[in-house]
């Protein structure tokens, strides 16, 4: 499978902790973004990269969300000091081109679900 | 604030018939537009994009974009149960950023 891949696909957590999930993009998509989706609602946009650039973050992404993409490749999202309010399920897409009007294809997300 | 609203539904339809979904925004610079489904649990799966004012057909599916009036719409022929699901309405605000509407729930009755 050749799609935007996710890690891991679950994840339940307590308070309070810390979680990270990891995105691998299409091979050779040069975009990478990061979205969350809450029950009944469209995904909002929290950030995305281009290369190991990360050249914007939504007012969503609260100082303890952080997100890298060392070398280009994967991606990482880390979330510190977790709340309630962060479970969510957390969607990945990648884009095959640099235009401004491009197409982006998402992941199979990541559920996080903070008891 | 730019959204993007659509119909949350549910909007049942019988099987085999036509299922409309509409959906309206407010940036009038965006150039590209989505629509996406998602099964209940699932992430969202792209079935059309659309650029250019008009219709663009696809199988059962036809995008309809209309940028002086900020409207696009989805036409699915034929309806099948298989197509129950959740339609998201999606705007590219630039460089891939997208802006969803909450979604249009279709209930596919045999």
């Known amino acids: 499978d050749t799609g935007v891949s996710q890690d891991p696909r679950h994840k339940i957590t307590k308070r309070g902790q810390n979680v990270t999930f990891r995105c691998d993009p299409i091979?050779?998509?040069?975009?990478l973004y990061w979205y969350r989706q809450t029950l009944g609602q469209g995904p909002e946009f929290l950030t995305y990269?281009?290369?190991?650039?990360?050249?914007?973050k939504s007012r969503l992404l609260s100082d303890r969300f952080s997100a890298e993409r060392p070398k280009g490749s994967f991606s990482t999202l880390e979330i510190q000091r977790t709340e309630q309010g962060d479970s969510a399920m957390y969607l990945c897409?990648?884009?095959?081109?640099?235009?401004?009007?491009?197409?982006?294809?998402f992941g199979e997300g990541s559920w996080l679900t903070v008891v | 604030q730019k959204e993007v609203e659509q119909n949350s539904g549910p909007l049942s339809v019988p099987e085999g018939a036509i299922a409309s979904l509409n959906c309206t925004y407010s940036?009038?610079?965006?150039?590209?537009f989505f629509w996406y489904r998602q099964y209940s649990g699932k992430s969202p799966e792209l079935i059309m994009s659309?650029?250019?004012?008009g219709d663009k057909e696809d199988g059962r599916f036809t995008a309809q974009l209309n940028k002086a009036s900020q409207y696009v719409s989805l036409l699915i022929r034929d309806s099948q149960p298989s197509d129950s699901a959740t339609y998201l309405c999606?705007?590219?605000?630039?460089?891939?950023?997208?802006?969803f509407g909450a979604g249009t729930q279709v209930v596919v009755t045999p």
């Open positions: 897409a990648s884009s095959p081109t640099t235009g401004l009007w491009n197409t982006i294809y």
């Open positions: 091979s050779e998509h040069n975009r």
């Open positions: 990269f281009q290369n190991e650039a990360q050249l914007e």
């Open positions: 940036d009038r610079g965006s150039q590209s």
């Open positions: 659309i650029y250019s004012n």
């Open positions: 999606a705007v590219n605000t630039g460089w891939g950023k997208l802006q």
